[in-house]
T-cell receptor, first 112, second 115 residues
């Protein structure tokens, strides 16, 4: 089992729809969770960080964390073509103290 | 505030050569991490430095090394380059080590091509 798993996609949604990106992780003791966006040919850009169970909203983005289910998700409301990118989930696993482990990323395509 | 800067942005080397990459973190950030990104393997952790000390190392051979200076700037070195070292090398900085929950901010990366 991979330490951090994401569906590689592509996930295709129409413009204006809600995109839902999911991530599971192996270490129940993990405390810090991050979502990054990476456009083709560019470096990852931090979108959200979340540390507590529940939802955290920032503009059109909502991160959801469920530590009991070892699951973190990112919702993008009113998706725009400019949201088309690869979204990377990153988890600071307690068993790998200090290492931030990235999932393989989910490619999102927002069609006009 | 200026972001993370990396130099050079592009490099072409031949097998057997060595290369040194440089990273300047965001002002005030004291932790620097290095990653290798390839299409097949994704983002792989290389090492993390804080206060000039290596705190963690990923599963890479000893040909990969790094260091951090007193001004928090960091360098990584790859010796005896192999074709498989062709990748995007990313530097990320954070206020404190990631074990403290600090978010990392990435630089633009150095794209290395080994021929």
């Amino acid at each position: 089992q991979k330490e951090v798993e994401q569906n590689s996609g592509p996930l295709s949604v129409p413009e204006g729809a809600i995109a839902s990106l999911n991530c599971t992780y192996s270490d129940r003791g993990s405390q810090s969770f991050f979502w990054y966006r990476q456009y083709s040919g560019k470096s990852p850009e931090l979108i959200m960080s979340i540390y507590s169970n529940g939802d955290k909203e920032d503009g059109r983005f909502t991160a959801q964390l469920n530590k009991a289910s070892q699951y973190v998700s990112l919702l993008i409301r009113d998706s725009q073509p400019s949201d088309s990118a690869t979204y990377l989930c990153a988890v600071n696993l307690s068993s790998n103290t200090g290492k931030l482990i990235f999932g393989q990323g989910t490619t999102l395509q927002v069609k006009p | 505030k200026a972001g993370v800067t990396q130099t050079p942005r592009y490099l072409i080397k031949t097998r057997g050569q060595q290369v040194t990459l440089s990273c300047s973190p965001i002002s005030g950030h004291r932790s620097v991490s290095w990653y290798q990104q390839t299409p097949g393997q994704g983002l792989q952790f290389l090492f993390e430095y804080f206060s000039e000390t290596q705190r963690n190392k990923g599963n890479f051979p000893g040909r990969f090394s790094g260091r951090q200076f007193s001004n928090s700037r960091s360098e990584m070195n790859v010796s005896t380059l192999e074709l498989g070292d062709s990748a995007l090398y990313l530097c990320a900085s954070s206020l404190v080590p990631t074990s403290g929950g600090s978010a990392q901010y990435f630089g633009p990366g150095t794209r290395l091509l080994v021929l």
